[in-house]
T-cell receptor
Framework: DAGVIQSPRHEVTEMGQEVTLRCKPISGHDYLFWYRQTMMRGLELLIY????????DSGMPEDRFSAKMPNASFSTLKIQPSEPRDSAVYFCASSLGGRIYNEQFFGPGTRLTVL | QQQVKQSPQSLIVQKGGISIINCAYE??????FPWYQQFPGKGPALLIAIRPDVSEKKEGRFTISFNKSAKQFSLHIMDSQPGDSATYFC??????????FGAGTRLFVKA
């Protein structure tokens, strides 16, 4: 099992550019989560999907952020336009619903730097 | 009401000692309390989790103690080892999905 796959692992871009982060969840998992981790704010849930449908996007910081899940094996998090304060590590996680303990499996993260 | 407060921010323990990390929550609707371990450059990984209908759960050297009336829970790491040096996050959620994380505790175990 390859685990959750994220790409790219590192992204450096300039302010105002569009950034797209990608995630492939564990096969068979029906929940997908996007998190952002910073020193100041810790680990924050941005949005999560169930069966490809967004369930809660209340953590998305503003309209510059958007997330999609076109199918069960792929999701994107897009920032347009990017700003220096978006610099963070972005994690994708997936889980299998319908269990007593819904363990979330995290990917390795994408370290985003916006100059 | 959605916050999970975690302490201490950092912790240094001698090898073989006990590491204790504490968390407190406000929202009584939370029904799932996991602890995650994160090594540098890696994503968090589930360490151990508990539901509020039990007061303690033990897995190997790791124990969660849960006090429902005080809305507090803690992680105890017995016989701490240098390999346990990592950042530990407590968390809380309703149903295991919308998860609120504590700020994290950096643990360093001295050899």
């Amino acid at each position: 099992d390859a685990g959750v796959i994220q790409s790219p692992r590192h992204e450096v871009t300039e302010m105002g550019q569009e950034v797209t982060l990608r995630c492939k969840p564990i096969s068979g998992h029906d929940y997908l989560f996007w998190y952002r981790q910073t020193m100041m704010r810790g680990l924050e849930l941005l949005i999560y999907f169930n069966n490809n449908v967004p369930i809660d996007d209340s953590g998305m910081p503003e309209d510059r952020f958007s997330a999609k899940m076109p199918n069960a094996s792929f999701s994107t998090l897009k920032i347009q336009p990017s700003e220096p304060r978006d610099s963070a590590v972005y994690f994708c996680a997936s889980s299998l619903g319908g269990r007593i303990y819904n363990e979330q499996f995290f990917g390795p993260g994408t370290r985003l730097t916006v100059l | 009401q959605q916050q999970v407060k975690q302490s201490p921010q950092s912790l240094i323990v001698q090898k073989g000692g006990i590491s204790i990390i504490n968390c407190a929550y406000e929202n009584t609707a939370f029904d799932y309390f996991p602890w995650y371990q994160q090594f540098p450059g890696k994503g968090p990984a589930l360490l151990i989790a508990i539901r509020p209908d039990v007061s303690e759960k033990k897995e190997g050297r790791f124990t969660i103690s849960f006090n429902k009336s005080a809305k507090q829970f803690s992680l105890h790491i017995m016989d701490s080892q240098p390999g346990d040096s990592a950042t530990y996050f407590c968390a809380a959620s309703k149903g295991g999905f919308k998860t609120i994380f504590g700020a994290g505790t950096r643990l360093f175990v001295k050899a």
